[in-house]
């Protein structure tokens, strides 16, 4: 990245920063949950974008985390900062238990195991109800000051960027490229594609196992059905696609943009929202599947890092 | 004697379904030298690479690199071990840009692995595309880009599955070139190729696979001669 | 558990089991038909399903249509609605990576019931009329159960017949063995497609109009089939015909017995574990031979 781009980063992350002091907290909830969005879309990146196998569960991730927060808080007696971190944990432990095996399914078969693997995860925590308060959740505390959380979420939307970043202009980044591009080549061409595999998915359930850590936290009240609901990974999904999967902005423009665009126009109809969103899900997919930055890129030649 | 060799593949035998791919083949090959590998279309000269890459598992037989077996282990195993190879269809990676496709296959990264892929890619004259899109190069530039990219992971074996079709005339014979070159370098080679003047000029050696079956080897000029390879391309 | 199953009991959950099945194996059937041609895991099924559901639902409600002779309108309808869609949208994204078509299909499975929810409200609706049970020795049949299996089971085999005898059925199958193959022998794949597509959303609303004689009908109420017809696929092995069939069958009497020695959240769990497990030992199905 050129010093001007460096600058203007900085420059952000600076008025991100002093931001809370300024705004009303209604603007600083809005912003706490764009952070999470950034680090979702930037972590389903990490295994979809870049190796092209689609997460169809990723939010399973999201959830574990988010249970163990809450059970660590509750049960343990955790503060809410360690105990939202160690939602990587167990998100990262599910991602080695079920990537070892299922990353081997190809295309579909892996959108579908994935997407089967979420509904175990999500039955079983309804099904040990003494531990987790089966449908009905666990209620935290309510939560005095957001600031900290605003914090907390802040740094990992950052990290998951500079993470990506980091992958991206490594060989270890092309070689996760490689494997969406042509997976029999790749391998011929002496690339352990099975261990890249594991690693990239491995990276991509830890923040979104802190952040669901600490959204059970800022939520004051987790149950299944909201935790681990598919429309979250399309969420996710259909985020970094409209900024632009396999990049390092994509996901945060897609998800500030969407994030904006839901709080502004869809908060207003209600009754339509659910049917504008497939709408736009549709409209991304056939009209833009490369995402703005993938176009942007394609036209003007710009980095990946971009 | 045995210990010499680079590769050796021991009645080899693989079956899709009912059909008999390879059947108990066999091939010893010494290193240092360039091979060819002919026979009609289906004959199975791909499922063979395919075998001796792991891409494909056979069902009986075995297959030995510097004496050590390497049926059974994983593609990019036996790459590294040095088995590199191209592919009939080409597979480069189309939204890598040409000097990345090299760039992910090498063993090192840095500096000299960024001059060894220049230095590649100016060889086969696709310096100025280097930050092109591979997808975008034409069909004889995907070509040329893959023959680089085996040459980035720098194998002792090199199998090349069909080279020299859709490359101009113009950078044919540089290809044909760096062919030799590579066993100025101690490479061995093995080429499947269409084009007979190219693999009887190029090749020490021929197999001639038919059915799955090596049917001839030889020098090219015998085999020109022999009436079961004669048989084979010219006889149904 | 501390309730005794007799054999009478384990019977009565195979029976239940395998008449639950056949609807599935229906249902399924059209999804691993879209399967099979293009490769497209239509998470739409569900919504389709529901348009044929309220298809009956209305022709009942309103004109006292026997919900059965309503097939015969909710088929075509959806059929048409399948030919809509696959020549709208789903034709795109046919030969994209599988994270389109999934998206896509997801989209219009969430726009669909939204609609039918602004245009029908949310309420439960129920057609009412076949009701109560008979019993065979110790056995209970309810009778909506059972026409409804009568139908699934006939208009499946009405499919397969098509499919092996006509000469579009044996295109399509063609075309889900070796699509460029097909296309090489001179088989229009795009119209076949649109065929296959229309078929399975076909397949589908007649699901719907069955269902709606047992169920409720209500706008998300295709859901739970979605993720029953992947099962069934999986267990049948994907675009394979006669196995989405019997992966049908088998997954009601899975569930049939399930519900009767597990809790129903358990055997909710168990379904999706049998789903990934014969993903991961036996991709391609339970019916065909390792791949």
């Known amino acids: 990245m050129k010093p001007l781009t460096w600058g203007i980063g900085l420059l952000v992350l600076a008025a991100l920063a002093i931001m809370p002091f300024f705004v009303t907290s209604y603007i600083v909830s809005f912003t706490i949950q764009t952070f999470m969005w950034v680090a979702l879309a930037g972590s389903w990146n990490l295994i979809s974008g870049f190796t092209g196998y689609v997460s169809f569960g990723h939010v399973a991730f999201f959830g574990t985390g988010a249970y163990t927060g809450a059970l660590l808080i509750s049960k343990a007696g955790w503060p809410w900062l360690p105990a939202g971190l160690a939602g990587s944990v167990t998100a990262a432990a599910l991602a080695l238990l079920i990537g070892y095996p299922c990353l081997r399914l190809k295309g579909p078969y892996f959108a579908i195991a994935m997407l089967g693997l979420n509904e175990v995860v999500r039955a079983l925590i309804s099904y040990f109800e003494d531990f987790t308060g089966g449908g009905s959740g666990i209620s935290l505390p309510p939560i005095l000051s957001i600031e900290p959380v605003y914090y907390a979420m802040g740094l990992s939307a950052v990290s998951v960027t500079l993470l990506t970043y980091v992958i991206i202009t490594s060989q270890f980044g092309l070689r996760l490229l490689s494997i969406r591009e042509d997976e029999i080549a790749a391998e011929a061409m002496g690339i352990n594609t099975a261990r890249l595999k594991l690693y990239a998915f491995l990276l991509s359930a830890v923040f979104p196992g802190i952040v669901g850590g600490f959204y059970a936290w800022y939520a004051s009240h987790i149950e299944p059905l909201g935790t681990f609901p598919l429309l979250t990974t399309i969420t996710m999904i259909i985020m970094c696609l409209f900024g632009g999967k396999g990049t390092v902005w994509g996901p945060v423009l897609g998800a500030v943009l969407l994030s904006v665009f839901q709080e502004l126009v869809w908060a207003r109809f209600l009754f339509v929202h659910q049917a504008l969103f497939g709408a736009l899900i549709v409209a991304v997919v056939l009209l833009l599947p490369k995402g703005i930055l993938g176009v942007l890129q394609e036209r003007y030649r710009l980095p990946r890092a971009i | 004697m045995r210990d010499s060799l680079i590769l050796e593949v021991k009645d080899l035998t693989k079956r899709f379904g009912g059909v008999t791919a390879i059947s108990r083949c066999s091939l010893a090959l010494e290193p240092r030298r360039i091979y060819g590998l002919i026979g009609p279309n289906g004959s199975g000269k791909t499922t063979l690479f395919n075998l001796i890459t792991g891409l494909e598992h056979r069902d009986e037989g075995e297959v030995r690199f510097k004496g050590e077996r390497i049926d059974g282990l994983k593609p990019h195993q036996i790459a590294l071990r040095g088995i590199g190879r191209t592919f009939q269809i080409i597979r480069i990676f189309p939204e890598l840009t040409a000097l990345e496709n090299l760039l992910v296959v090498a063993r090192s990264t840095g500096g000299a692995a960024r001059r060894r892929a220049l230095e590649l890619l100016a060889f086969v004259k696709l310096d100025r595309l280097k930050g092109e899109y591979a997808g975008n190069l034409s069909y004889g530039q995907q070509k040329l880009l893959e023959f680089t990219r085996v040459l980035i992971l720098d194998p002792e074996l090199i199998l090349l599955d069909e080279p020299a079709a859709g490359v101009n005339r113009t950078l044919l014979n540089d290809l044909l070139e760096a062919i030799r070159g590579l066993k100025e370098q101690g490479k061995t080679v093995v080429i499947v190729e269409h084009d007979m003047k190219v693999v009887m000029g190029l090749s020490e050696k021929l197999f001639v696979l038919d059915y799955g079956e090596k049917i001839a080897e030889g020098p090219p000029e015998a085999i020109q001669n022999d009436e079961r390879v004669v048989e084979a391309y010219f006889g149904r | ?291």
């Open chain 3, 1 to 291: 558990m501390p309730i005794q199953i007799t054999g009478a009991m384990m019977l009565q959950g195979v029976v239940s089991g395998l008449l639950a099945g056949g609807l599935y194996a229906m249902v399924a059937l059209g999804l691993s038909l879209i399967f099979g041609v293009m490769r497209v895991i239509n998470i739409a099924h569900g919504a389709l399903l529901m348009l044929g559901a309220y298809t009956t639902y209305w022709l009942f409600a309103l004109y006292g249509m026997n919900p059965f002779l309503s097939l015969l309108i909710s088929f075509p309808l959806l059929f048409g609605v399948g030919v809509l869609l696959q020549r709208w949208f789903v034709h795109r994204v046919v030969n994209a990576p599988e994270l389109s078509s999934l998206l896509l299909t997801f989209g219009i499975s969430i726009f669909i019931p939204n609609l039918a929810m602004l245009a029908w409200t949310a309420d439960y609706r129920s057609v009412e009329f076949l009701t109560g049970s008979f019993l065979l020795g110790p056995i209970a049949f309810s009778k909506p159960r059972l026409v409804t299996f009568l139908f699934a089971l006939g208009i499946a085999g009405l499919a397969f017949l098509f499919l092996l005898k006509t000469k579009l059925g044996k295109a399509i199958r063609a075309t889900s063995q070796h699509r460029e193959v097909a296309q090489v022998c001179g088989i229009n794949v795009r119209r076949i497609d649109l065929i296959a597509f229309g078929l399975g959303a076909g397949l589908a609303g007649a699901g719907g109009s069955l269902v709606s004689v047992m169920f409720s009908v209500f706008p998300e109420m295709g859901q739970i089939y979605v993720f029953k017809s992947f099962l069934v696929i999986v267990l049948g092995g994907a675009g394979n015909y006669p196995g989405a069939f019997f992966g049908g069958l088998l997954l009601g009497l899975v569930e049939g017995l399930a519900s009767l020695l597990l809790t129903a959240q358990l055997s909710e769990v168990i379904a999706y574990i049998l789903l990934v497990l014969v993903l991961l030992v036996r991709p391609t199905g339970l019916l065909r031979g390792r791949a």
